[in-house]
């Protein structure tokens, strides 16, 4: 496969550049064009999708997650991240400015009513598409995506790490279909899913890796292995929220909108298509080091 198509989390990337450059800053520091835009994660966003699209030549999607409120999850369980507080107001116009931009370069962006931007991305990595996809976000809940033809990029502790197929399989000794299961019991403080109280890492893996899913954990439950005995209680009182935890935690990959794009409009943009839209926003600069 000689061509790439990028798959970036628009908003796991743009919040992250965005809390990079404003840390310790109040509103007034932050940097802005002529127009009064500001711009400072805006140029971490697009020097980032540039260097993206040097090292993996091909197509380009920028997925953006739906309305919180009306996603699929939100709605069949109101408590699925709850918790989150409201957003910073110069982080949501530049999500707004960054969308602008994109559209004005011609890259293709995404959002599907009722989805979230991980669910644009399983369905794209579902594709029948003669090139390799390649993620890019730091949410390893995508881990469950990655296959022979789609790798993740993350960053973790200042290092970029290209990670593939074997990676996983050497690191967790499961296939990556099986991580839904393995989220299922351990839930996400960040998105208020509650997984199996009292169960956590130490157990949770190895549950998966001897039972292979949260259903052969349950089929088992009366003769659970010695080894988790402590963990027999605490997994019959949880069995309800795990479900529910397996539920939030799996990506749709079947969205009709995304296997209805015409893949020629996935191309990245020209250079010159790029860097005039940059220059007409002042967002050309030296990049920003991301972490």
Not at 17 to 24: H, V
Not at 187 to 202: F, H, L, R, W
């Amino acid at each position: 496969m000689n061509e790439h198509l990028v798959l970036i989390d628009g908003f796991n990337l743009l919040s992250r550049a965005y809390f990079a450059t404003s840390y310790g800053r109040d509103d007034h520091q932050l940097e802005k064009n002529s127009e009064g835009r500001y711009i400072h994660a805006l140029k971490v966003f697009f020097s980032r999708i540039s260097n993206l699209q040097e090292r993996f030549p091909g197509g380009i999607v920028i997925a953006w997650d739906g309305k919180r409120e009306d996603t699929i999850r939100n709605q069949d369980h109101q408590f699925y991240k709850a918790q989150r507080k409201d957003l910073p107001a110069p982080l949501i116009e530049q999500y707004h400015t960054a969308t602008e931009i994109c559209t004005d370069m011609g890259m293709h962006q995404m959002q599907v009513a009722g989805y979230e931007a991980d669910d644009i991305i399983g369905s794209f990595t579902k594709a029948p598409l003669p090139v390799r996809k390649v993620i890019y976000s730091n949410d390893k809940d995508l881990f469950q995506l990655l296959n022979e033809d789609t790798d993740q990029l993350f960053v973790q502790k200042r290092k970029e790490i290209h990670y593939q197929l074997h990676h996983f399989q050497d690191d967790y000794g499961i296939q990556p279909a099986q991580w839904i299961d393995v989220k299922a019991l351990l839930g996400d403080p960040s998105d208020n899913i509650p997984g199996c109280p009292g169960v956590g890492a130490k157990a949770a893996l190895p549950l998966i890796q001897l039972y292979g899913s949260v259903e052969g954990v349950y089929n088992q439950l009366e003769q659970l292995d010695p080894a988790f005995n402590r963990y027999r209680k605490k997994l019959e009182n949880g069995r309800e929220s795990v479900m529910i935890s397996r539920e939030l935690v799996e990506i749709h990959c079947g969205l009709d909108d995304v296997h209805a794009v015409d893949m020629e409009t996935l191309r990245s943009p020209s250079q010159a298509q790029y860097i005039n839209v940059l220059e007409h926003y002042e967002i050309l600069k030296d990049p920003f080091k991301l972490s």
